[in-house]
């Protein structure tokens, strides 16, 4: 792919990444509707109104791509030579309850070929982003993952599984994620602890049970 193109579809990532968090924050503490989807798994409505505002913008410039998003149904995912993989609301629980501390996260790929990827918190106006071939930033700096390689240095970051037995391998992890490092927490947003790596602010990141919209 050129890189004209290129730049084009992160652009376009990035406004709808940035839009969306706009949203997200008009109608933080305001689900509209609570949808169970499993045990301690839910989705809002405000949640499927921010990711509506993410594919509109998506397909106005792209409308031959496919979407994969968290909040549809799976007989609703479209296939395309490039398929749009949309979180809208990253950190559900957080967002629900009022804590601004919540990610949009949009990647796009081709077949199995992931191009790019932005993640965007916008209680913080921080906006991760990376495309294939040009680098990994925050806003307009390139991101560098921490020089520290001592155990008793190491901040580790982890969330919590919604499903029971995920759950419960995920406490039974806590003696040996921790062992030596220094401090081991969880944050809400998986995809805010995976870019917290690749920034540095964290040594290591681990969950027992991503799904492929939450990387």
């Given at each position: 792919m050129d890189d004209q193109r290129s730049a084009k579809l992160m652009n376009t990532a990035m406004n709808a990444a940035r839009e969306g968090g706009k949203l997200a924050l008009s109608l933080l503490g305001q689900p509209g509707y609570i949808r169970q989807k499993?045990?301690?798994?839910?989705?809002?409505?405000?949640?499927?109104?921010?990711?509506?505002?993410?594919?509109?913008?998506?397909?106005?410039?792209?409308?031959?791509?496919?979407?994969?998003?968290?909040?549809?149904?799976?007989?609703?995912?479209?296939?395309?030579?490039?398929?749009?993989?949309?979180?809208?609301?990253?950190?559900?629980?957080?967002?629900?309850?009022?804590?601004?501390?919540?990610?949009?996260?949009?990647?796009?790929?081709?077949?199995?070929?992931?191009l790019l990827g932005v993640v965007y918190d916008p209680s913080r106006d921080?906006?991760?982003?990376?495309?294939?071939?040009?680098?990994?930033?925050?806003?307009?700096?390139?991101?560098?993952?921490?020089?520290?390689?001592?155990?008793?240095?190491?901040?580790?970051?982890?969330?919590?599984?919604?499903?029971?037995?995920?759950?419960?391998?995920?406490?039974?992890s806590i003696p040996v994620a921790m062992g030596d490092a220094l401090s081991l927490r969880t944050f809400g947003s998986p995809a805010l602890g995976i870019c917290y790596v690749a920034a540095g602010y964290l040594e290591a990141y681990y969950h027992l049970a991503l799904k492929l919209w939450d990387v």
């Open positions: 499993g045990p301690k798994d839910f989705a809002t409505g405000s949640a499927v109104e921010v990711q509506n505002l993410i594919r509109e913008i998506l397909l106005r410039d792209f409308p031959q791509h496919g979407i994969l998003a968290e909040e549809d149904p799976p007989d609703q995912v479209t296939e395309g030579e490039f398929q749009w993989i949309i979180d809208p609301i990253d950190g559900t629980t957080n967002y629900h309850r009022r804590v601004p501390f919540f990610a949009i996260s949009i990647a796009l790929r081709r077949g199995q070929e992931y921080d906006l991760f982003h990376a495309r294939r071939g040009h680098g990994a930033f925050l806003n307009d700096s390139l991101l560098q993952v921490s020089t520290k390689v001592e155990a008793y240095e190491s901040f580790i970051g982890t969330d919590w599984p919604s499903a029971p037995l995920d759950r419960e391998n995920s406490i039974r």
